[in-house]
């Protein structure tokens, strides 16, 4: 009778524990390559054999020891076992601890030949994979195998890493067919995941298509190749230099990361259009997913205090950090895109009439967002008319805008869209109430607080913005004020009133002669106004003397908190004002 490795009970027993353990430790192999980025998996041979373009139905090599670590893969099981051929599959204990049984057991008789196929210098199971998974439990060093050997143009070693030669075959193969080296020999294309070549050419074949419409012919795709390399590849790899990326992603490449941005890029103008630059996707895909430690950091603390912190509490980000990003970008506008909050109703038009009378003069670019609560169905006859009814407003006065609509919290909705902008403008319908507690549940006064961008708040109807009134004391936030004032006035060729009040401690005189210096460096010039007695009725009563049209000014100060509970002049200006009103952060 033929051995049957259940009548041994004590052995069998005893390989259910092994293969027990054996499991456990594929577990952890997994959690290891988890945190360490380096795969634990098998190779699949079919996919190996695919991207090495390995020939041929192989050459029988007949019966051979070989060695058990240059096993690498498997033909079908890749799934099953781990690299090390640790057992994944709870199904396959029966099994493994009847090999196990007969290998150890001197009754059992030995086991067959495994069957592999040699691709280089290492091996793929196409039968036998319990074998050489309890053979390397038990410390064997080589195990018999019946070989059928493939050529492939590409050497395989035990000691190469497999998916660093499939990348090199895949770089091969993309630069013989877009001849790259050729057109730009200095170009540096490496990527570090294996298929990432075949993304990276559909990008140039895209853009050879479009390339012989415009020119009505039919492009060679090496001319497509270099005329993508320098016209598209190149701005995205600038804009990650810029923003010093690849410290953000350790390990990747710009080849990489060109990717990656563009798919990000690809995501975030299906919401706002196709306005967005190289580098403000570089940028936001930095933001929310850059691997540096304080980059993670920040990303956990915000989400710690939007568990615990209201609103309306929250700082915010730093005072002038828009600014400063502006001064890396050589463009034309200070604000060339806006977003508009429209509401969907009557009143909520007014943000973008504002916004229309505005961007004709800044040369800009109408971008709307509506934000659904409720549970409203984002395809349903009053969305597609709230779209057709934005679309048409925009082309009406000469401009070109498009409304994006999703559900979300309102305030999150539109800080999170802003940062990819540069102004946002909303109707002011409820300001912050003068009660502290409604203060705090304030959205309004939590979206300036949060908000990474001007806002340019509407109260009543629109006005032709001809002539602006901008409030220094002195302070982080109204010197951004002043900065834009100046800008504006500069870039528009209206009138600047500049108003300082006089308050507790705070020599105004000093102030104003500090604004006016700063304007002077500016080419800007500006009637100056100095007022006692409570700030936003000074504010409100020189905008009506002076007769103008918009009143800039900086945001909440550095204590959310003390303003949120004792009032804040900000919000004193936001009730009772009825022009458009520009606050900086």
């Known amino acids: 009778m033929p051995f049957d490795p259940k009548d041994n009970e004590y052995g069998f027993s005893l390989a259910r524990a092994d293969f027990q353990h054996a499991r456990q430790r594929a577990s952890l192999q997994e959690v290891v390559s988890r945190l360490t980025g380096k795969s634990a998996d098998l190779l699949s041979f079919e996919e190996v054999r695919e991207k090495l373009h390995a020939i041929g139905t192989g050459v029988n090599r007949g019966v051979q020891n070989i060695p058990l670590d240059s096993i690498v893969g498997s033909v079908g099981r890749y799934t099953d076992f781990s690299r090390t051929f640790l057992p994944k599959n709870p199904s396959d204990e029966e099994r493994w601890a009847k090999v196990m049984t007969l290998v150890t057991d001197p009754q059992g008789g030995g086991l067959p030949p495994i069957e592999v196929i040699k691709l280089g210098d290492v091996y793929f199971v196409q039968d036998g994979h319990h074998r050489v998974s309890v053979a390397r439990q038990l410390g064997a060093q080589t195990i018999e195998a019946y070989v059928n050997e493939i050529t492939t143009k590409v050497p395989l070693s035990p000691d190469s890493d497999p998916e660093d030669l499939i990348l090199k075959e895949e770089f091969a193969v993309f630069l013989e067919t877009t001849r790259l080296k050729k057109t730009r020999p200095d170009a540096d294309l490496e990527l570090t995941v294996p298929g990432m070549y075949e993304d990276l050419l559909d990008h140039i074949q895209v853009h050879k298509y ?187 006065a000469g401009l070109t805008g498009g409304l994006a609509i999703e559900e979300s919290d309102v305030t999150d909705a539109i800080c999170d869209r802003a940062r990819l902008v540069d102004l946002v403008v909303l109707t002011l319908t409820h300001p912050p109430a003068d009660q502290p507690f409604l203060r705090l549940s ?144």
């Open 210 to 396: 479009f390339t012989g419409l415009n020119e009505k012919r039919d492009v060679p795709t090496d001319e497509a190749a270099a005329h993508w390399y320098d016209n598209v590849y190149r701005p995205v790899v600038e804009a990650i230099r810029e923003r010093n990326l690849l410290r953000e992603f350790p390990g990747r490449t710009e080849t990489d990361l060109y990717l990656w941005v563009s798919e990000h890029r690809a995501e975030l103008q299906q919401g706002l259009g196709d306005f967005i630059s190289p580098v403000s996707a570089a940028q936001d895909l930095a933001d929310k997913f850059g691997t540096r430690a304080g980059r993670v950091a920040a990303r956990i603390g915000k989400s710690l205090a939007r568990a615990v912190v209201p609103d309306a509490l929250e700082s915010g980000p730093p005072t002038g950090a828009w600014r400063e990003s502006k001064a890396d970008q050589d463009e034309e506008t200070l604000f060339g895109n806006l977003l508009v909050a429209i509401s969907g109703e009557d009143a909520g038009w007014t943000a973008l009439d504002q916004a229309l009378i505005f961007a004709r003069r800044e040369s800009s670019r109408i971008h709307g967002l509506h934000v659904l609560r409720g549970g409203k169905e984002s395809g349903s006859q009053k969305m597609d008319s709230l779209r057709e009814a934005f679309t048409r407003r925009c082309e009406q």
């Open 442 to 585: 304030s959205g309004f006064r939590a979206l300036i607080q949060k908000c990474p961008r001007p806002i340019l708040a509407i109260p009543a109807d629109p006005t032709e913005l001809s002539s602006a009134l901008v409030a220094y004391d002195g302070g982080a936030k109204s010197k951004e004020a002043l900065f834009v004032a100046a800008y504006l006035a500069s870039r528009w060729k209206i009138p600047l009133t500049v108003l300082s009040v006089e308050e507790s401690g705070v020599d105004a005189e000093d102030i104003l002669e500090e604004a006016d210096e700063y304007l002077h460096t500016r080419s800007v010039r500006a009637s100056l106004i100095l007022r006692a007695g409570p700030v936003a009725e000074a504010i409100l009563r020189a905008a009506g003397e002076s007769g103008s049209q918009l009143l800039i000014l900086g945001g909440y100060g550095s204590n959310p908190v003390l303003e949120a509970v004792l009032g804040s002049q900000v919000d004193s200006v936001l009730r009772q004002s009825r022009l458009p009103m520009l606050i900086c952060r």
